[in-house]
């Protein structure tokens, strides 16, 4: 017993110290925005330099020692106080990583954006981290409202943006800004006028559904989609013709070699109806 309450006093200790650590890792590093910007004016490039010429996102825009060292005197030991709060383990400024390749801050401060346009708040903010970042609903504000496009967005982009989605991966280019339910607003139901999807794509689509499947699950993720559709209009696969399937005993037609074969393809259009379609002849 003695032994059990002196592990879980031990484990107790551990965590303690560890969440200690912790915490002093996270707030080591010292600084207040309201102090900089609000209270001495500065500029949010007084820091930031690197931000003004910044055509990547994947520039390191932190403030440098150097850059402090414009204003505080960062050789001196007593100094080093101002920025961290352990002066014998000191660490840099973590990098920012939730970035996005493409963004340009160049692009943007020439647009005479404030840069609390897109970090909100952070003129007011105390402590280091976490960062104000700024999320894709801020970057909606003026790239819908306002109209403002990516360069690749030409007159005629809704006619070709298909193979640009093709091509791209979509999670850092498309759906960063588009949602799936923005596609579909044109990709969907019964609007067969699209590039795609012609008028008489209803009867020449098997071509695309044999070769092209991987295009057709982007929006028919669901297989239910193409099932509905060819049980309605009695649309069978073109090796169900006379003979398919019989109720001989022990024979039972071509069907029962195939389903032997690969039961699962089978299966793809007849889970959901097995017992209108194979109970009737198999439950005997």
């Known amino acids: ?62 403030p440098s020692m150097e850059s402090c060292g414009n204003c505080h005197d960062v050789e001196t030991i007593e100094e080093c106080g101002l920025c961290h709060g352990d002066m ?4 840099n400024v973590p990098r920012v990583e939730d970035y996005f390749p493409k963004f340009s801050h160049q692009q943007h401060l020439v647009a005479d954006l404030a840069c609390s346009a897109c970090h909100t708040g952070i003129e007011k903010k105390e402590i280091v981290e976490p960062y104000v970042l700024p999320k894709l609903e801020d970057c909606q504000v003026c790239h819908t409202q306002k109209n403002v496009k990516p360069k690749s967005h030409l007159p005629n982009f809704r006619h070709i943006h298909g193979d640009e989605v093709r091509s791209a991966r979509l999670e850092q280019t498309c759906n960063l800004c588009h949602a799936v339910r923005y596609c579909q607003m044109c990709h969907e139901g019964d609007n067969l006028d699209r590039m795609t999807h012609p008028l008489n794509y209803a009867f020449t689509h098997s071509l695309d559904a044999r070769g ?61 109806n097995y017992e209108l379609t194979c109970v009737k002849c198999h439950s005997k």
């Not at 014998?88 to 660490?91: D, I, K």
């Not at 559709?229 to 169900?240: A, K, T």
């Open 212 to 272: 092209r499947e991987r295009d057709c699950n982007a929006c028919h993720t669901e297989r239910s989609f193409c099932i509905e559709c060819h049980v309605q209009n009695l649309v069978m696969p073109h090796n169900h013709t006379a003979g398919w399937a019989n109720t001989i005993p022990g024979d039972g037609g071509r069907h029962a070699m195939e389903a032997r074969i690969d039961l699962e393809n089978c299966m793809g259009c007849h889970e959901q």
């Open 1 to 62: 017993m003695m032994r059990k309450i002196l592990f879980l006093f031990l484990a107790a200790m551990l965590l303690f110290a560890w969440s200690a650590i912790a915490g002093k890792e996270k707030s080591e590093l010292i600084f207040s925005h309201k102090l900089h910007v609000i209270d001495n004016e500065l500029d949010c490039v007084t820091c930031h330099a690197e931000a003004e010429n910044s055509l990547k996102g994947t520039d390191n825009l932190m």
């Open 88 to 91: 014998e383990n000191p660490r």
